[in-house]
Structures are given as C-alpha cells and as structure tokens.
C-alpha cells in the first residue's frame, strides 16, 4: 500500500456526519496522487461553498511567470503593471481579475474578490494586504468537490495568519502539507515521481 493510500485509508476510519461540510474560506490542499497539469500541487482558496450550488476558489500558488502589464495596457493598469498574475483555475482562464486578500483578528482570512483595476490600486497601498491578478478561476458543479473529498483528493485545512507571508508559489504545497501531520510532511517532501529514485 502507497504512503498516501495509507494516509487516505486512516482518514476514512475517522468518523463522517449526515450533516453538510461548510468549506468556504478554508484552503485545499491538492493529494500528492492529483497529478494532472492544472491542479498538480495545487493550494486552492475556496472563496464559495454551498452544497446546493457548487464551490469556486483560486490557486494560490501558481504563478504564470508573467506580470499584469503583459495582458493589460491601457493609464488605470499603469500602478499594477508589475503585478505578478496567477493561474487561478481551468474555468474563464481567458479573463484576468484582481483579488485583496488580508487578515482580520476576529473573522480570519478575508477577501475581495473581482475589485476593478483603481480598488486593486487602492487596496495595494493599505497595510497588511495583499493584492493579486488571476487568470480563471476553479470551480465545481454540486457535489462534485464533496465527491472529491471523498476519494482523498483534497485535504481541507482552515487559512493561519501567516499563510498572506509565505511565498504563493510551488513552494506554499510543501510547506502546508508538512504542517498536517509526520505523515504528511513525508509526502510533502517526495520527489515528483517517487518511482524514478
């Protein structure tokens, strides 16, 4: 049995209620065994939830290695040219947005999704937030990312204030999957194809 079969068999020993997950505003942490090109090391916000409706949420930690001023041009881009653009998700990959994120006391990580080029200027200037470009975003139909919990191809963790430090890169996998468990930071620090050692 693989390490993460193992992992994926202890965690459905735990025991399961009848009553809905409530995700949103909790981060997804892609299983090593998700490999496919978009969500391959993947740390997913979910920005909504509700079972009747769906989930959608942004990749944190994939950079496209392009910057803001490479898609946009026109004088109200001009403060946010050299801001650097993330792959959000497979849906609307065409179409960039912006995204402050930032930590309150009370309620934890917050958000302001889709804020227009002058917010998103305004935003960058206030202290202790963050702002970002996507491209697309990730998206599931009802019951769809449940299912997914359910095959083990996701851990849901809540957000912690420093995760706004850390680098939103390849990097931000490793580090959030080795704070779950022994276990885990041995999967976080696998080689990409364990089978080539």
Do not use: C
Not at 77 to 84: T, V
Not at 132 to 153: C, D, I, K, T, V
Request: proline share 6%; net charge negative.
């Amino acid at each position: 049995m693989a390490l993460w079969e193992y992992i994926a068999h202890v965690a459905s020993e735990s025991p399961k209620s009848d009553l809905p997950i409530q995700l949103q505003g909790k981060l997804l942490i892609a299983d090593p065994s998700l490999r496919d090109g978009t969500f391959n090391r993947s740390v997913i916000l979910l920005t909504n939830h509700k079972s009747d409706e769906g989930a959608a949420g942004l990749i944190l930690n994939h950079p496209t290695g392009k910057v803001v001023g490479d898609f946009l041009s026109g004088a109200e881009f001009i403060g946010l040219q050299h801001l650097a653009v993330h792959n959000g998700g497979p849906v609307l990959h065409d179409q960039l947005t912006f995204t402050s994120f930032w930590w309150s006391k009370k309620l934890g990580l917050r958000w302001a999704l889709r804020i227009s080029a002058q917010e998103a200027a305004d935003h960058a200037h206030r202290p202790g937030r963050i702002v970002r470009a996507f491209l697309g975003y990730s998206g599931w139909s009802p019951g769809q990312l449940e299912n997914e919990l359910g095959r083990h191809s996701w851990f849901s963790v809540g957000p912690q204030q420093d995760l706004l430090g850390h680098e939103h890169d390849r990097v931000l996998w490793a580090a959030l999957l080795r704070r779950l468990s022994p276990l885990h930071r041995i999967l976080a620090e696998a080689p990409d194809d364990p089978f080539l050692n």
